[in-house]
């Protein structure tokens, strides 16, 4: 190996180790935390990408690294979460660019459901876009209902009871019971998608004054995330939005599983 490809690994791994420890990063981010110039970076971050090392966030444009490196304290998506991003997006896009409104990308994250990316960049509405790498509680957020509903009644309790210990996590943040959280899931499997509890304006920073409608992605019988679209609370009702669009969500869904599943 010469010394110009020892520089550019060099400058490679420089790369992967910044997004370790920061999370994530625009261009002039990792300009400044590496002093590669900007020409220099693109051309590397392009190779990362073609090679999944890196990928780029739809909604809010900056990089995020796949792996995991030594001494790095970042939050790296996995391997599993890599393979959804790229099977879901160009799926989502399409998905956005039919009923013009965005759509997230959710994946399961122990008590959380947690964004991977947004489709919000290409809505011709305007949304608050910060919100790749959000953790959102399981039990309000209408991605964790979702996902919930699949399972069985045990399975829920059993979650339930090991979330109760914490403040942050269990049913009483939102005002509810185990009794009226069932009434709410038994919902969600009638009507075929999950919806915010009512309580769950409060766990949204900023508030963003939106309503959500979402359906699991499955692998097999199992949820792996879920998928979501938004609009403004006072434009239309759950019931009328998911009578407009709820097949189409469905739809895009399934389109991922026999995608996922082919893998």
């Not at 099977?87 to 956005?96: D, Q, V």
């Not at 185990?178 to 920073?205: A, D, N, V, W």
């Not at 995330?225 to 998911?242: D, H, V």
Request: hydrophobic letters at 40%.
């Amino acid at each position: 190996m010469n010394e110009l490809e020892n520089r550019s690994l060099d400058r490679g791994i420089q790369v992967l180790e910044v997004l370790g420890r920061e999370g994530s990063c625009a261009l002039r981010d990792l300009h400044a935390h590496t002093g590669i110039p900007k020409s220099s970076l693109r051309r590397l971050l392009g190779t990362l990408e073609a090679r999944r090392l890196v990928r780029r966030g739809l909604s809010d444009g900056r990089y995020r690294t796949n792996v995991i490196l030594p001494a790095c304290a970042g939050y790296p998506i996995t391997a599993r979460d890599s393979e959804i991003v790229d099977t879901a997006l160009p799926i989502l896009s399409e998905l956005t660019r039919q009923v013009k409104w965005p759509s997230d990308l959710h994946v399961w994250d122990n008590f959380h459901m947690r964004i991977l990316d947004s489709t919000r960049a290409l809505s011709p509405f305007s949304f608050f876009e910060g919100v790749a790498d959000l953790r959102i509680n399981i039990f309000g957020s209408a991605s964790g209902i979702a996902c919930l509903s699949t399972l069985s009644n045990a399975k829920i309790t059993e979650l339930i009871e090991q979330a109760a210990p914490y403040a942050d996590l269990c049913l009483t943040r939102y005002a509810t019971t185990e009794e009226k959280f069932f009434e709410h899931i038994q919902t969600s499997r009638k009507e075929g998608y999950g919806c915010r509890l009512p309580m769950f304006f409060k766990e949204i920073q900023p508030n963003d004054g939106l309503s959500a409608l979402a359906v699991p992605l499955m692998n097999g019988t199992s949820p792996v995330g879920a998928i979501t679209l938004l609009w403004p609370l006072s434009f239309m009702s759950i019931q009328q939005f998911a009578a407009t669009y709820l097949e189409k969500i469905q739809l895009a869904a399934q389109t991922f599983k026999t995608r996922f599943e082919s893998l």
